[in-house]
């Protein structure tokens, strides 16, 4: 792998640490380790939406996946309780490396675009108040450029509007179905392991792996 003409970064839990919805599920009677199985559920709708060429916010993704996970968890929550968890997301903060990972790739001169699957405008603001210099970066909503990923049309349309090299560009993610599809549309795939349970072996495999966005930039920068 050569130094890479532009980097694409994911969002949710890649940069924004969702850890911090955990207090707000307490709250709704649930635990902070539903956290993950509610956002598992909000991309089960969401995919199907989109790969079925509709369009849903994910706030209202958000909201029918809580009902759910609280349904199945013998869970009741009010209205106004999921209203207070959802609008806890935009106080989410970032994972510790995301920071110093980014300043990394631009200090090296290379171009950083946040690619997600949610709101650009929600992600620039939550990691605007982290201190991430979106100033230097794009922040890209998938559904502006082609839909959600992994389908291939956001990838392509970014490396496209930007004018590189889809054989030059890594997609950063800390989701296998991200680099997946970001592999099968012919980028690089580099792999945060966050959950430390490696990736799975029936998907195309990342060109670069490492337990943290530190380590994997330095493998992207060096290499």
């Known amino acids: 792998m050569s130094t890479p003409e532009l980097v694409i970064c994911d969002v949710n839990e890649t940069l924004i640490d969702f850890s911090g919805l955990g207090p707000s599920f307490e709250v709704a009677g649930l635990t902070p380790s539903s956290v993950h199985w509610w956002f598992a559920t909000v991309l089960r709708d969401g995919f199907a939406v989109n790969l079925t060429g509709g369009a849903v916010g994910f706030p209202d993704l ?28 935009a ?41 991430v210099p979106v100033e230097e970066m794009d922040v890209i909503g998938a559904v502006d450029v082609g839909g959600w990923k992994p389908r291939p049309d956001p990838y392509r349309r970014v490396v496209h509007d930007l004018g590189v090299n889809p054989r030059r560009t890594v997609m950063v993610a800390a989701h296998p179905w991200d680099l997946h599809g970001a592999e099968r549309t012919g980028l690089m795939g580099a792999y945060v392991d966050r959950t430390g349970a490696g990736f799975p072996s029936y998907m195309d495999p990342p060109t670069a792996v490492a337990r943290d966005l530190v380590e994997l930039v330095d493998i992207i920068v060096e290499l």
């Open 91 to 131: 106080h989410l903060g970032v994972h510790a490396d995301v920071v110093p990972a980014l300043r990394t790739l631009l200090g090296a001169s290379i171009p950083v675009v946040a690619l997600t699957n949610g709101s650009a405008e929600t992600a620039r603001a939550v990691l605007e108040a982290a201190g």
């Open 62 to 89: 958000g909201r029918r996946a809580l009902r759910e996970v609280a349904h199945l968890s013998g869970v009741n929550v009010s209205d106004e309780t999921i209203e207070s968890v959802i609008s806890s997301m």
